[in-house]
């Protein structure tokens, strides 16, 4: 090779490198922390504190934290309890990821609890980051998680009654205002945890939205759409329709924003921004949530609409929940 073609490489990999924002070290932690979506975030978060509390990692606590969520609140958006799809079939989406990168997720997973898990394993003992349908299920299988029948009674009777209309018209918040036949499409949990050493994690589950079409698959396991975390920068995680979020990588957005130097609370407003921006009609109608934890343990959120709420757990308090400024602040919750 001449000495003036690598003169010209050298020069344009040095211009090159002056583009990218400089790598920066890690920061002291001013403590560990762990934060969730909605009111259930709160037990959730004390799953994870426990292992936290004890100098634990901070992807051990997010497993344990949305683990609990898929079976210890029994909840319709999320786990076991999840409601099916307009075919009776109850299929589970979740992703994990590490500060450093890696990540793994599973998408319409029947018959197997606990998809944060097997999304880990998915991480760990595969060159693969998402598997989805019968080939999640397969894995599983090989993991050694048992195979179970997941539709509750429960679930069963809701969807016997939805059959009876077959009427798909997600409404903003009517579960918790108690509106018969509707479900609340959006309480997908995304949790989000901060180690002493650091070191951050996240972990998004979900059951999906009750009487989708059988094989939609949402933004929870989908890497920067409904998680995503960098340790140079901090994690975001959403909550909502999932098709927003898909449309604008919207995880990945708010940690980008987050490197340009806004706070978390700037950050989530900004992609929730972009979201009315690109489809104003729809989203009046429309949840859409973001919640955001930098790597010094500041958090922040916002949503489209009122009624989001999230939970904050570190050392001095266990159980805080907080409410989200909105940009359509006329829900009822």
Known sequence: ???????????????????????????????????????????????????????????DAVEAGARWAET???????????????????????????????????AALQDIDHPISVARKVMEKTPHVLLVGDGARQ???AEGFEPRELRTPE?????????????????????????????????????????????????CTTSGMAWKMHGRVG????????????DQVGGATASGVGEEMLRNAASFLVVELMRQGHSPSDACHLAIERVVMKRPQA??????????????????????????????????QQDTLLQAPAVYATSKT
């Open 1 to 59: 090779m001449s000495s003036r073609r690598r003169f010209l490489q050298s020069s344009l990999m040095a211009a090159g490198a002056a583009l990218l924002p400089a790598a920066r070290a890690l920061p002291a932690s001013n403590g560990a922390k762990v934060v969730s979506t909605w009111d259930f975030g709160v037990p959730a978060n004390r799953e994870a504190w426990r292992i936290l509390a004890a100098g634990g990692n901070a992807l």
């Open 139 to 141: 894995f599983a299988v």
């Open 155 to 203: 679930a069963e009777k809701a969807w016997r009654e939805w059959r009876e209309t077959s009427r798909y018209a997600p409404e903003i918040n009517a579960e918790r205002r108690g509106v018969p036949g509707n479900k609340d499409n959006h309480d997908t949990i995304g949790m989000l945890a901060l180690g002493a050493d650091g070191r951050m994690a996240g972990a």
């Open 219 to 230: 933004d929870s396991p989908i890497i920067g759409a409904g998680l995503y975390v960098d």
């Open 283 to 316: 989203s009046k109608t429309l949840q859409v949530c973001f919640l955001a934890m930098n790597n010094h343990g500041e958090v922040g959120a916002f949503a489209l609409h009122q009624g989001f709420v999230y939970a904050v757990c570190d050392a001095q």
């Open 72 to 106: 210890g609140q029994c909840n319709s958006t999320v786990g076991r309890c999840g409601y099916p799809d307009r075919d009776g079939f109850v299929t589970l989406d979740a992703s994990i990821m590490k500060g450093d990168g890696s990540c793994g997720a599973v």
